[in-house]
Nanobody
Framework: QVQLVESGGGLVQAGGSLRLSCAAS????????MAWFRQAPGKERDFVAA????????YYADSVKGRFTTSKDNAKNTVYLQMNSLKPEDTAVYYC??????????????????WGQGTQVTVSS
């Protein structure tokens, strides 16, 4: 059974940092692209960042470029999203997703194969 389990969300003041984790299990993800999405109340699910499990190439949405960094730990089968200089507009539920593709910016979200349960990130002003 494939599982993606996110953790690390919480409440932080503007300018602060959080690190999200996505622990993957149940299959080999070597050919997969792992992505982070976020969804604020009343809004669509937006792409945030992605990383290829093989090779580690990354891609970021313009809104987070320079502030967020995604990385992976092969030994732990875990993907991370380091979020720095957080802004109130970063407040959302953050989701980890996996798609069996080498395309970094894979769209739309409904085509992803697996999703985590989401973790809330709240940035206060």
């Amino acid at each position: 059974q494939v599982q993606l389990v996110e953790s690390g969300g919480g409440l932080v003041q503007a300018g602060g940092s959080l690190r999200l984790s996505c622990a993957a299990s149940g299959r080999t993800f070597r050919s997969y692209t792992m992505a982070w999405f976020r969804q604020a109340p009343g809004k669509e699910r937006d792409f945030v960042a992605a990383i290829k499990w093989s090779g580690g190439s990354t891609y970021y949405a313009d809104s987070v470029k320079g502030r967020f960094t995604t990385s992976k730990d092969n030994a732990k089968n875990t993907v991370y999203l380091q979020m720095n200089s957080l802004k109130p507009e970063d407040t959302a539920v953050y989701y980890c997703a996996a798609v069996n593709s080498g395309i970094l910016l894979y769209w739309p979200p409904r085509k992803y194969d697996y999703w985590g349960q989401g973790t809330q990130v709240t940035v206060s002003s």
